[in-house]
């Protein structure tokens, strides 16, 4: 079955950075592309990056364009997120998504930006 698990969350000072990474099993990896979202308390669900299924094209919300980078291993079948100069307003839950006829969604790890 399809698993997606991140790991890398923590807390962090603003202007820090952190790497989030999720390892993906359960199908081809490397023919799909993977999202990350965020979820911050009393707000919508934020699609943050996009990256397609060779890495070649990445997409970015303007909220993190230039201090977020997505990439992907597909030798590891894992899709991380580099998240540079962080801001309080970047505190939420991140969690990783494959779409394959369905959504499938990782358990999902807490990123808190605070002094």
């Known amino acids: 079955q399809v698993q997606l698990v991140e790991s890398g969350g923590g807390l962090v000072q603003p202007g820090g950075s952190l790497r989030l990474s999720c390892v993906a099993s359960?199908?081809?990896?490397?023919?799909?592309?993977m999202r990350w979202y965020r979820q911050a308390p009393g707000k919508e669900r934020e699609l943050v990056a996009r990256?397609?299924?060779?890495?070649?094209?990445?997409n970015y919300a303007d909220s993190v364009k230039g201090r977020f980078t997505i990439s992907r291993d597909n030798a590891k079948n894992t899709v991380y997120l580099q998240m540079n100069s962080l801001k309080p307003e970047d505190t939420a839950e991140y969690r990783c998504?494959?779409?394959?006829?369905?959504?499938?969604w990782g358990q999902g790890t807490q990123v808190t930006v605070s002094s």
């Open positions: 359960g199908f081809t990896f490397s023919s799909y592309p």
């Open positions: 990256i397609s299924s060779t890495g070649i094209s990445t």
């Open positions: 998504n494959a779409y394959i006829r369905f959504d499938y």
